[in-house]
């Protein structure tokens, strides 16, 4: 019976979902036995450094990550860095198929003036940095300064807008990093305005989002009516499904009473950014008001662009835009991507599952005679690989440690303390 073997790099959604997808395929005459390659002292990706703490549920996924990876036929290597560990060529020789799935942790640009300035910054920083990432857990986030801006207009920048308004002690009983509670209940920041360059009718947020914002306790949500009420007319009688769920969901939002808590939240549309100002440091963020010659400025100390991702690219692989390039998941013979570096940054964790699921059936397509020549144990040098089992004891230390605290996790944020809870 042919054993084939396939590599799958990073251990996100889309790289678990591909293992799913490759299980899912097996039959009595097919068998896979799957090694999937992380980075990072810790599985899951953007499930554990991505995802919104306050947002546990959307973390429930990880259920079905662990089912995967405690079926017999995968095996856990993180701790393992392509590059630097071992290079995709040996992979290529020693895996029938690899299958890339190793996301887009890089922010787009803005390119305007001052983006560089101290006090502008990327999601691509900010949310790992709350997140507990190992890589971003000695960023300096300044939150000195009473209003931060938000630049884009999905749910990434409702996120970070989010997590910035809200009351810090929320965050109590969830797995943000301590240092980020921390920082936020010495936060400065009580207005945070999201800025979106379309009007909210083109607005890329979705609305379980939208919905879930009048439920903030310390926080007042600002949308202006007008804004709300020209985009539902400019929109039509016919709008998308999806278009008029957020439109709905803005407008019960303008419609709220005023609440005069000490944080506020607001909504600036048809404001395209131009130019950040500031001597040293961010001072303010000048915009043109969308379709029109009118400018206008907000005085913040803090500004995050919220405005998509792209991939870092990695040796041995094609990359253009900021994706790896690809015919359907295909990029040369028995080596294919999934997931957000192989088709931008969009869609929902879920949207990995029929996409993996579809490269997969062409990676079986493609299959020939196994190949039998050894796997990356022969290749890694090191001894600190994380397999399933200290994974395991991760985990577990991580959910002990946050009990008594009252929160689903403590996680640990150094890769040596990492390491050291994996009993490495
Ligand atoms: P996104 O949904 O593509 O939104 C990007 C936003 O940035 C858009 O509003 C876009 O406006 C704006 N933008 C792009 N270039 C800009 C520029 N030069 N100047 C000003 N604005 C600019 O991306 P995302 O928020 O990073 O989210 C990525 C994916 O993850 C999405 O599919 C999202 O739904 C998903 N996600 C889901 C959740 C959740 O389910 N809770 C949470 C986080 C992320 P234009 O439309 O005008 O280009």
């Known amino acids: ?79 393992v860095e392509l590059g630097s560990d071992l290079a995709i060529v040996q992979l290529k020789e020693k895996y029938d198929a690899v299958v890339i799935a190793t996301g887009m942790a890089l922010g787009k640009k803005l390119g305007i003036p001052g983006e560089d300035l101290l006090g502008s910054m990327s999601a691509a920083t900010f949310v790992p940095w709350y997140n507990s990432h190992p890589d971003f857990k000695d960023e300096n986030i300044d939150l000195s300064c009473d209003t931060a801006v938000v630049i884009g207009a999905g749910n990434v920048a409702m996120d970070v807008a989010r997590i910035l308004a809200l009351e810090p002690s929320e965050l109590d009983p969830t797995d943000t990093a301590d240092h980020a509670i921390d920082a936020f209940k010495k936060s400065s920041v009580r207005a945070v305005v999201v800025s979106a360059r379309r009007g909210p009718e083109h607005a890329a947020f979705t609305s379980p989002e939208l919905r879930d914002l009048p439920k903030l306790e310390h926080t007042n949500v600002v949308i202006n009516q007008a804004d709300i009420e020209a985009a539902i007319a400019r929109a039509g009688d016919t709008p998308e499904k999806d278009v008029k769920s957020n439109l709905d969901a803005m407008l019960l939002i303008s419609e709220k009473e005023a609440t005069h808590h000490e944080r506020t939240m607001k909504f600036q549309f048809l404001a395209t950014p131009t130019e950040i100002k500031g001597n040293g440091r961010v001072e303010e963020v000048v915009f043109q008001k969308t379709g029109s010659d009118e400018t206008f400025s907000i005085k913040c100390g803090l500004v995050i662009t919220a405005i998509g991702y792209e991939a870092a690219s990695l040796e041995g692989i094609p990359y253009e835009k900021g994706k790896v390039v690809n015919s359907d998941g295909r990029v040369s013979e028995s080596l294919y991507v999934v997931g957000w570096a192989k088709r931008g940054p969009s869609g929902v964790i879920g949207t990995n599952k029929s996409d993996a699921a579809e490269v997969m059936k062409l990676l079986v397509e493609d299959l020939g005679t196994p190949k039998n020549l050894g796997d990356i144990t022969d290749v890694i040098t090191h001894n600190r690989v994380v397999t399933q089992m200290h994974w395991q004891a991760i985990n577990m230390a991580e959910v002990a440690a946050g009990e008594p605290l009252g929160k689903p996790r403590r996680k640990a944020v150094d890769r040596e303390e990492l390491l050291k809870l994996g009993r490495l």
């Open 1 to 79: 019976m042919p054993q084939y073997k396939v590599a799958i790099v990073g251990a996100g959604p889309a790289g678990y979902f591909a293992a799913m997808a490759l299980q899912n395929l097996q039959t009595e005459e097919l068998k896979f036995s799957i090694d999937m390659i992380e980075r990072l002292p810790t599985p899951w990706g953007l499930v554990r450094s991505g995802v919104a703490p306050d947002h546990p549920k959307i973390k429930t996924v990880s259920k079905v990550f662990e089912k995967v990876a405690n079926e017999p036929n995968f095996r856990l290597f993180a701790n």
